[in-house]
């Protein structure tokens, strides 16, 4: 049944089922945007942003107050700053922003006829100007940033959870969407394979990426849901008299909801949460998680998309600095490599007037990748200038593409705002500028924390995986249950995971998640629990008669190692040239310097993900690894945050207890963990690729044909000899 239920879920082609309400009004009536709190700023001097929210029926007929809190930067200039605002496409007012002190909260009436019910949009376009300079870099220091947890939408209708609909409105707890699995037994392996696909069901439907899951004997407090499992086996007799299946009703306290699964065992709760899934779900599922998302494209090898289909509108642009950011969502075995070139069309126009040093700058994941000046000063008009963008700049999953105008006037030297021009603009980007995705070549790679946290990869796809647990308590369990709910939000469908106690066994072509809280995995092999692979290289020293001698070794090396001002001029060259392959890859991969704080898990780490081949190479094993429980999760939650959850990338990442920071650490080697296209144009371009990741084998080849061709010449002229007209 479990494996029914997941083809089934992805589906979701049937009509939602009507329900007969039975409210309990909800005192705290305001309904919070569905987006997280990293989506909640608007930054410099001309930028929009897309929130939606749900009403039902009622509500949308009632309407109510669109509440917007926010705070501004000290620099923003008040006199002409200004957010506009519209709701479902249609003007809805605006107010003028001003509120560099602390949280100013602006309410707008929104009338019936502007709302519908479901999913309700809101757009906000901020302008704002620097009080006192007036360069490029100082339009970064500019921004205002909405207070998610007193923004959102308060109908005239009170709030009540009812049914499944109605969960779409519950409010953030700390900048979090509180999820507790609420397990009034034993907690055990058969207890969270009853609780995986409902949970997973659940927040698929939230559709929000700031979910934490916690995991109890008894229920949460504060804003959030309780997923509470009632089996026949549990016994539990606080939620006897509630139907079988899946059903929804209001908590003990305001704000909160409660979803119960009440079934007999494993099947009848899989048979429940389809039954919803096709049925109350339906609907929110279709205009949520698998519909079209707002500043996203998702690509494939050969296809032309504009940024209309990201949610960009086009609009002039009178500032120093023009941004428009969206997402490219590249297939999770895209290789990258100099094979082939993104191509970015642009359809744009600028003012006569420019400054020489006019530019236009693509930024793909924060690096600069590509400049094109604009070089007429009497203003230009690109009718779908090519601009080429290199494959190696992006990577499997989600990648950020902002596009940077850089438009100075002379009359910026003088900075002087009040002879500002807002009606003469500088600029004009077209929603129909468009990327054209070349054949891309397709090898699944890893370890790629990025394509993990992009693509769900490799546990995408349909295929079953195991979830190992080490111990049967909450914490460890809330790390599973978080990480497992990630993932299906960036599959954007459930899994078929089966989740066990212990260790993953050699000999299994099954993927595997693994959740350890005790510490080092050499410590779970000695305590019997399985042997497992240490996932990161250490240069750690063990105190103990056992100390390894390499490790010693390279230990006294580096603490008796000369410095380079100690070194001499033929030392110091010698190690230029040994260092010179390594910065020129970093150089063609867009990488930085490695960070010098990157350290094993160890005292300073709270949790450590990374990604292996298991001992037997037939399988991929994702692991977290943290000293205890309460570590394991408090880890879990800081890595599914969005902004670190975006950025994940390497072979493994390490959250720091000082201060939660996160550190990716390249993969020492990858190795091929799939190749589905084995045609012979995938195989030549996953050939052109290796070779510009192997650009030393050109150098070899070049170097030996001359070899070669010396040699014959050497051999060639003296047999022959040498002819003479005369």
Not at 426 to 440: G, M
Not at 610 to 631: F, K
Request: with cysteine; hydrophobic share 45%; charged share 20%.
């Amino acid at each position: 049944m479990a494996k029914t239920f997941l083809p089934l879920l992805v589906g979701l082609a049937l009509l939602a089922a009507s329900t007969a309400p039975c409210r309990a009004v909800d005192a705290a009536a305001l309904i919070p945007f569905e987006q997280s709190a990293d989506d909640h700023t608007l930054s410099g001097e001309d930028d929009e942003a897309l929130f939606s929210f749900h009403l039902d029926g009622a509500q949308a007929a009632a309407g109510g107050l669109l509440t917007l809190a926010y705070a501004n930067a000290v620099s923003v200039l008040p006199d002409t700053a200004r957010m506009d605002v519209e709701v479902n496409g249609r003007a809805a007012g605006g107010f003028a922003i001003a509120s560099p002190g602390g949280t100013r909260a602006e309410t707008i009436s929104v009338d019936a006829g502007m709302l519908k019910p479901g999913r309700n949009t809101v757009r906000l376009r901020a302008r704002q100007h620097h009080r006192v300079d007036c360069s490029l870099d100082a339009t970064y220091e500019l921004w205002t940033k909405l207070d998610p947890a007193a923004t959102g939408f308060r109908p005239a209708q009170d709030v009540a959870f009812d049914d499944f609909d109605s969960l779409l409105t519950v409010r953030r707890n700390a900048d979090r969407t509180d999820i507790r699995v609420v397990v009034p037994g034993a907690l055990d392996a058969e207890a969270l394979n009853i609780v995986a696909p409902a949970l997973q069901a659940l927040v698929l439907f939230l559709n929000r990426d700031d979910v934490a899951v916690s995991v109890a004997d008894r229920p949460g407090t504060g804003p959030g849901i309780d997923l509470v499992v009632a089996t026949d086996r549990v016994g539990s007799t606080a939620f006897a008299g509630a139907p079988r299946g899946l059903s929804v009703r209001p908590a003990g306290e305001a704000g909160r909801a409660t979803v119960v699964l009440r079934a007999v065992g494993r099947s009848e709760a899989n048979a429940a949460v389809l039954a919803a899934v096709r049925g109350p779900m339906a609907d929110g599922l279709k205009s949520g998680v698998l519909g079209a998302e707002s500043g996203r494209l998702v690509v494939e090898a050969g296809t032309r998309l504009t940024l209309r289909e990201a949610g960009y509108r086009t609009r002039t642009f009178s500032g120093r600095l023009s941004r428009t950011g969206f997402s490219v969502e590249m297939p999770a075995d895209f290789y990258p490599a100099e094979y082939a070139t993104l191509d970015l069309h642009l359809h744009a126009a600028t003012s006569p007037g420019l400054d020489p040093s006019a530019q236009l700058l693509v930024r793909v994941n924060d690096r600069v990748v590509k400049s094109y000046p604009f070089r007429n000063r009497d203003g230009e008009q690109f009718d779908g200038k090519r601009i080429e963008l290199p494959l190696r700049a992006f990577r499997p999953g989600a990648n950020r593409v902002e596009l940077l105008a850089e438009l100075p006037v002379a009359a910026d030297a003088a900075c002087r705002p009040e002879a500002r021009d807002d009606a003469r603009p500088r600029f004009i980007l077209l929603d129909t500028t468009s990327i054209e995705v070349p054949a891309l070549a397709r090898l699944g790679r890893l370890p790629d924390l990025a394509a993990l946290a992009g693509k769900a990869y490799p546990y995408a796809g349909g295929k079953g995986f195991d979830l190992f647990l080490d111990r049967a308590d909450a914490g460890t369990a809330a790390a599973g249950l978080t990480l497992l709910s990630r993932l299906a939000l960036a599959a954007r469908a459930p899994f078929d995971v089966t989740i066990a106690l212990g260790a993953p066994a050699a000999g299994s072509s099954r993927d595997a998640l693994v959740i350890t809280a005790q510490g080092e995995f050499a410590e779970l092999g000695a305590a019997g629990k399985g042997a497992f692979p240490d996932p990161v290289v250490t240069a750690s020293i063990s105190d103990g008669p056992a100390a390894d001698s390499a490790a010693l070794l390279e230990a006294f090396r580096s603490a008796t190692a000369a410095g380079e001002d100690d070194l001499s001029l033929t030392a110091r060259a010698r190690l230029w040239l040994a260092e010179a392959p390594r910065r020129f890859g970093r150089w063609l991969n867009y990488d930085g310097e490695a960070p010098a704080h990157a350290v094993p898990h160890g005292e300073g780490a709270l949790v450590t993900l990374s990604q292996m081949r298991s001992p037997d190479g037939l399988a991929t094993w994702t692991t977290l690894s943290a000293a205890a429980p309460d570590e394991a999760e408090a880890g879990a939650r800081r890595l599914v945050e969005p902004a670190v959850w975006r950025n994940l990338e390497g072979g493994t990442a390490i959250v720091e207890k000082a201060g939660l920071s996160v550190v990716s650490m390249p993969a020492a080697e990858r190795y091929v963990a799939g190749l589905a296209d084995r045609s012979p144009g995938n195989l030549r371009r996953v050939a052109a690729a290796w070779f510009s990741d192997n650009f030393e084998i050109y150098v070899l080849l070049v170097l030996g044909s001359l070899g070669l061709f010396a040699a014959w010449l050497g051999l060639t002229v003296p047999r022959k000899g040498v002819r003479s007209d005369r």
